[in-house]
């Protein structure tokens, strides 16, 4: 046999990747966990368990998940941040709950606005990014940013006016997560823009 006709011709095989889109479970865990906390941050009622609850499960848990969803499609982007905040609501609520439990000193401001400083700068880089996805999660992305920066500076200065603030700018980008997140579940219902995006040109 000569050699041409030993050797096997190969092809590509291609998978149909026929999952959900799990990013409005994401976007919906972040955003409504967002309002929730910058509700109590503008005055409407103390830190208490259901903050913590849905730090903890929606806002926590909810995006780990969804971010090794977004892993599985290949998906970087939505990989890095939805894990990320699910482990920032993760840690919050530790830097919380482990003081109290006896589990190391509760944070002082100083070390608060380290905290809340090193995510503004990585949600910053994040934005950056949105660039070249949609209007919407710019959007979030951005009032994200400056609601760390908010924050931050709002412990620096140990300014309440600052931090009420913060709570209501922080609303605000909770209930633009909560919008992305349920535009794309109403757009794959119908089957058309329903509530638009902003999807930006190639």
């Keep these: 046999m000569t050699t041409s006709s030993q050797q096997m011709s190969t092809s590509t095989l291609a998978l149909n990747d026929t ?8 976007l919906l865990g972040f955003g409504m966990t967002t309002v929730l906390l910058n509700l109590h941050n503008a005055g409407f009622f103390p830190l208490d368990a259901m903050i913590l609850g849905m730090g903890i499960f929606y806002g926590g848990i909810g995006q780990i998940i969804v971010g090794i969803m ?24 530790a ?34 990014g949105t660039l070249k996805l949609n209007r919407a999660l710019q959007f979030v992305f951005a009032s994200l940013t400056i609601l760390f920066f908010l924050l931050a ?3 620096a200065t140990e300014s309440h006016l600052l ?9 605000v980008c ?3 997560a909560i919008y992305a997140g349920l535009a794309q579940v109403l757009n794959e219902v119908y089957g058309r823009t329903v509530a638009p995006l902003g999807i930006m040109k190639k």
Excluded at 163 to 171: D, Q
């Design 70 to 93: 977004e892993w599985k499609k290949n998906n970087t982007f939505g990989a890095t941040a939805f894990t990320s905040y699910g482990l920032f609501w993760l840690s919050l609520v």
């Design 174 to 176: 909770g209930l633009s």
């Design 153 to 155: 500076i709002g412990d």
């Design 19 to 26: 999952t959900a889109n799990p990013a409005p479970l994401g």
């Design 95 to 128: 830097l919380i709950i482990l003081p109290k439990t006896g589990f190391g000193q509760a944070p002082d401001a100083s070390a608060m606005v380290a905290y809340l400083t090193m995510w503004g700068l990585f949600t910053a880089v994040l934005f950056i």
């Design 163 to 171: 931090k009420t603030i913060a709570g209501w700018e922080g609303i």
